[in-house]
């Protein structure tokens, strides 16, 4: 599970660089594809053909996962390329990957921003080489294989060469320079060398007429002797890849050490963003996986844009908002606020280049952006940066934007009809309605305001009065059960609805399955009986599904925080661990990781409403760096869970907060605003046994509250 791969990267770094197999997961996997439960293995050990650059990380099946220029160190002829070699001795750290590959081989990768240094160790042989692959991409499965559509590459002479690989629409160039002194390159087409040429082009290329091309480097390796190939990767061709290159390898120590030195430097800066004391060493080591895991995507390639031609911020690999609005990008804000307010003004670019926000955006032209998965996600973010005063962005052009998206795709529907299937596009737009409205308040165009306040109250029209549930639909990776638990901007509203309070609670009780009889769980490869027997029981999937991962904490509006707390430090305890299946689901690009790190933290961030909910931490104490400010979360009567013989926290028994202070204050509610955690501060929460009545009165703002409605708009 998870779908991650141990890959080297950098903080929101442009590149990566993995083993190579060409299985699922994202190319490093043993797997064919798969949708529900183990997949059948392609083979049986961990194997690699080359090494390649940009890997999606945590996404499931989308077929497409880049793995494009791969770099393969031989030692036999140039007809093998393309088999693989077994993979031993592995290492995986921030910022840096090692493996011996079974014909002796010591491969090593470390990656920059936008650059891949790779590092290779070879035994004596008279004809070694490095070839590289521009040809590359994608995976090895049924309709999984990524073709260039136009490609050129060039050699430059003395240990020298680029290229350009349209991928998907996208001009893909690198710059390499291979520290091999006395071998030859020269340039190979079909495995076959092409003595003397320097220049190969293609105009256009199918599936059925390609033919593998690329460079190669050959000659003598004493045992030991080690090759150094340096990549500079650009989208706006090979002389910014050049730039790149000479940036990130030369202005300090050069080479692959250097670099390594620097990425090393960049995820020390990055993780120590969040710290954590006390808990087991199997619960601090999975906190700082799950941080680095959330720190992975987006990929920013700064003055990279291959669409316009203007410098700034360019962000990709968001897959998808969908998967990291709630937890991933609400994470980014706190503890790399520049790099959140930049993916901000990245999509509104993207909007106003392709008229919609984006809920997907690969490094791939083209109108594939997942509309199926939802509608108009980025105004979340957007709301609660202006919440914050985020500087650096034009709110009235952002607003245009904003407004413009919501009467796109499903919103043309919504606008005349108050109502859209799938039915959860309903309640994404009224959403967006509302976290709109807020920005045009505030910038006094109250007549936009009150218009998309009231239209942002048809989320109503989603639901069936009768079961106080959505009514029938569609519903991507779901069902009814999973979306009728969403936090929406009037939960007062939403309990109403439900018959009250207690209405309410049976509900989640019911999905949480509170008093119900212990399930079977589906085997490693569940027959499609098992499966509809598992939906039909309308439960939590246990953050196996984006939807799940704020119900819990509708309890808060209910008025029974312990509730949340009993499932959430359960989830923490028993979904999480450090070994094989330690995530219980794909980490979408580090949406579930996010949550891992915010749920240990005891907070949830409320995405587009500028509001944190609070719980029982999983930790004694903890400081979050939110920009220049420290949050720090501290504890009183905190218990230290045991230590299962498998070194996991195994008990489940949740602790309660019994009474809180925020800066020396009692809180008597379960919630902060957002500014109260990013100005810093100290929360103290007091910890106990059992169930305490803090919280049960003071629920989270809603909408209908009026306490909740700004004076001016009463």
């Known amino acids: 599970m998870g779908n991650t791969h141990p890959g080297a990267t950098s903080p929101l770094g442009m590149v990566s660089a993995c083993a190579y197999s060409g299985a699922y997961p994202t190319g490093y996997g043993r797997y064919t594809k798969n949708t529900e439960g183990v997949p059948e293995e392609m083979f049986d050990q961990v194997q690699a053909s080359g090494f390649t650059h940009f890997q999606q990380s945590g996404t499931g099946a989308i077929r497409k996962y880049y793995n494009y220029v791969r770099v393969t160190p031989m030692v036999e002829p140039l007809d093998e390329l393309g088999q693989a070699w077994a993979l031993r001795d592995e290492i995986a750290e921030a910022g840096y990957y090692a493996a011996t590959l079974d014909t002796g081989v010591r491969c090593e990768i470390t990656v920059g921003a936008k650059v891949a240094v790779h590092r290779y160790t070879f035994p004596e042989h008279r004809s070694a080489r490095v070839v590289i692959d521009l040809s590359c991409g994608g995976l090895d499965i049924e309709l999984g294989r990524t073709v260039p559509l136009r490609a050129q590459v060039e050699s430059m002479g003395h240990g020298r060469a680029q290229g350009t690989v349209v991928m998907e629409g996208v001009p893909l160039s690198v710059y390499l320079e291979v520290d091999s002194p006395g071998w030859r390159q020269m340039l190979w087409y079909d495995r076959r060398l092409i003595d003397g040429g320097t220049r190969l082009d293609f105009d256009s290329i199918r599936h059925t007429n390609l033919r593998p091309f690329g460079m190669l480097f050959m000659g003598p390796a004493v045992a030991g002797q080690t090759v150094e190939v340096r990549m500079g990767f650009s989208l706006r061709g090979c002389d910014q890849a050049r730039q790149n290159l000479e940036r990130e390898c030369w202005p300090a120590q050069p080479g692959f050490d250097g670099v390594r030195v620097a990425t090393?430097?960049?995820?020390?800066?990055?993780?120590?963003?969040?710290?954590?004391?006390?808990?087991?060493?199997?619960?601090?080591?999975?906190?700082?996986?799950?941080?680095?895991?959330?720190?992975?995507?987006?990929?920013?390639?700064?003055?990279?844009?291959?669409?316009?031609?203007?410098?700034?911020p360019y962000a990709f690999d968001i897959c998808t908002m969908w998967d990291i609005y709630k937890t991933q990008l609400p994470l980014l804000a706190a503890i790399v606020p520049d790099r959140a307010t930049d993916l901000l003004e990245s999509l509104i670019r993207v909007c106003e280049e392709e008229g919609n926000f984006p809920i997907g955006y690969r490094m791939a032209r083209g109108a594939d952006r997942f509309f199926r998965q939802a509608s108009s996600l980025a105004h979340t973010a957007l709301a609660d940066a202006h919440a914050l005063g985020r500087p650096g962005i034009?709110?009235?052009?952002?607003?245009?934007?904003?407004?413009?998206?919501?009467r796109r795709m499903y919103g043309e529907d919504f606008f005349e009809h108050g109502v859209v299937h799938p039915i959860a596009?309903?309640?994404?737009?009224?959403?967006?309605?509302?976290?709109?409205?807020?920005?045009?308040?505030?910038?006094?165009?109250?007549?936009?305001?009150?218009?998309?306040?009231?239209r942002s109250r048809q989320w109503v029209n989603a639901f069936d009065p009768g079961t106080g549930l959505l009514r029938d639909s569609e519903f991507y990776e779901g069902g009814k059960w999973n979306y009728s638990f969403r936090l929406l901007h009037d939960m007062a509203a939403r309990i109403a609805l439900a018959g009250g309070d207690a209405a309410f609670i049976d509900k989640l009780d019911r999905f949480f399955g509170f008093g119900a009889a212990p399930v079977t769980q589906p085997g490693r490869r569940p027959s499609p009986s098992e499966m509809a027997a598992g939906f039909a029981l309308n439960r939590f999937e246990g953050l196996n599904n984006e939807p799940d991962m704020e119900a819990p904490w509708a309890y808060h509006y209910a008025g029974r925080p312990d509730r949340t707390a009993r499932v959430v430090q359960s989830a923490l305890t028993w979904q999480f661990g450090t070994g094989p299946g330690g995530l219980p689901g794909n980490d979408d690009s580090g949406g579930l990781s996010s949550w891992y790190v915010w749920a240990s933290l005891g907070l949830f961030p409320v995405a587009g409403q500028s509001l944190f909910l609070v719980n029982a931490p999983a930790f004694e104490r903890a400081v979050l760096r939110a920009g220049d400010a420290e949050f720090v979360i501290e504890t009183s009567g905190h218990r230290e869970t045991p230590i299962?013989?498998?070194?996991?926290?195994?008990?489940?028994?949740?602790?309660?907060?019994?009474?809180?202070?925020?800066?020396?204050?009692?809180?008597?509610?379960?919630?902060l605003s957002a500014a109260d955690v990013h100005r810093g501060g100290r929360l103290h929460l007091r910890l106990g046994p059992q169930p305490s009545g803090w919280g049960c009165e003071s629920r989270p703002p809603s909408l209908s509250d009026p306490r909740a409605i700004p004076e001016e708009a009463r």
């Open 264 to 312: 090393r430097a960049r995820w020390a800066a990055h993780l120590g963003r969040v710290h954590v004391e006390g808990g087991t060493p199997a619960r601090r080591t999975v906190m700082a996986t799950a941080l680095y895991h959330s720190l992975i995507k987006p990929c920013f390639a700064d003055d990279e844009s291959p669409y316009w031609p203007s410098s700034g």
């Open 394 to 406: 034009d709110w009235s052009w952002a607003l245009v934007h904003m407004v413009d998206d919501m």
């Open 425 to 454: 596009h309903t309640l994404d737009l009224a959403y967006a309605h509302h976290c709109t409205a807020q920005v045009a308040r505030a910038l006094n165009d109250k007549h936009l305001a009150d218009d998309l306040e009231r």
């Open 644 to 671: 299962g013989v498998d070194g996991l926290d195994r008990d489940p028994a949740p602790q309660y907060v019994q009474s809180a202070t925020l800066n020396g204050e009692p809180l008597h509610a379960t919630h």
